[in-house]
C-alpha cells in the first residue's frame, strides 16, 4: 500500500488527503492547530471550490452548514464611485473553522490518521522523504517517512519566485451589525490598501484587508485603528460600517504573492499556498487550493496504478495554467481598486461597459 503525509489541514490538505484515502492509500495529515481554528482569510469559496466539493460528494454536506450564497460583487473606489457585477456562477460564504472542520471529519471517515498539534519541523525530499514532526503536546519530534509528502501548510515552498511579494498583511476579523447586501462580495478601496467584506452567516460578517506594512506599523498593529484609517479615506466604508460591531478578535497574516517554483525536491509536491500564492482579492484561494489538492491525488493515483513516477513537469505545467492568468488579474485589480484616481476611472470604465467587466472576471477565474 502506498503511504503519504499531509502537512497541513486546510482546504488543500484535506481534499487530497481524502481522495487518496479513499483510493487506497495510507494517509497521515499533519496539522499544528487543533481544530475547530480561525484563519486569515476572506472565507469566500469559488465556483472553482464547490465544483470539487461536488466531484467529492460532499457539496450536500457543506451546503448543510448554510454558507450564504454570494451572487454579486460590488466595487467600490475610495471616491466611492462603484460598479456592481453579477457573479458568473455564485460563491459560498462561510466561516473556515467551519468549513476547515467539515473537511477534516470526511478526512477521518475516508480513513485519514489525523494528527493534530503537530507542527512540521523539516522535510527531506530524496527516493524516501522524511518529515519531522513536533508534538507540540509532548515537545517530541516524530519521524515518518512515507512515498510521498505533500506540503498544503499555506507558506511558501522550495524557495518559490517571488516578483510580486510586498510586505502586505492580511488582517481578518468577523463583525456584526454591516450595512451591506447579504448576496455580494464588497471590495472597498482605500489609499494603497482595499478591504473586503462578506456575509457568511446571519449577521456575521468577514472582513479583510489588505494593509501595507508603514501602516500596520503606524498604527502599532492595531486592527481596529487600521479599519478607521481606511474608514476615513473611503465615504462608501463609513456607510458600511457605521452600526458595525466587532465579534471576534482581528486576525493577521503575511500576505505574500509569489509563482510555482521551477523545482522541487524529489517525491515532496506543494499544494494550494503552498504552490503559488495570488493576490487574495479575487477570492479564488480556497477553490485554487482545492483544485490542486485534486490534481495531485489524481496525478499520484494515476502514476501508482501503472507503478510509475508522476510527471512532476507536467503537474507544474498544469499549475501555471491554473495561477498565472489569475494571479496577474488578480494583482492588476488589487492595485486599481486602492489607487484613488486609477480605481476612479477603472470603476466607471467597467460599470459602463459589460464586456469589459465580463473579461475581468473571465481573467480571475470567474
Known sequence: MRDVVVIGAGPAGSVASILLARR???????????????????????????????????????????????????????SGETATFELPREMWGLPRSVLDERLMSAGRDAGVKVHELHRCEDVEGSDCPIVRARDLRTNEIREFSPHVVIVADGKAAFGAARPATTGDFGLKAHFSGIDAPADAIMLLGARGHYVGVASVGEDQWNVAMSVGQPRLRACDGDGDRVLELMVNENAALSRTFRTARRVGDWLAAPLPRFD????????VIPIGNAAAALEPIGGEGMGLAMRSAELVAEALAAAAKRNAEPDIAALRQTYNALWKTRSRACRVTGWAISSPTVAELAVQAAASSDTLSRLGMHLMGK
Open 24 to 78: 487506497g492509500w495510507q494517509v497521515t495529515l499533519l496539522e499544528q492547530h487543533r481544530f475547530p481554528r480561525d484563519k486569515v482569510c476572506g472565507e469566500c469559496l469559488s465556483a472553482l471550490g464547490i465544483d470539487v466539493l461536488s466531484r467529492l460528494g460532499l457539496a450536500g454536506a457543506v451546503a448543510l452548514l448554510g454558507p450564504v450564497r454570494l451572487r454579486r460583487s460590488i466595487f467600490v473606489a475610495p
Open 260 to 267: 510555482v517554483a521551477k523545482a522541487w525536491p524529489r517525491r
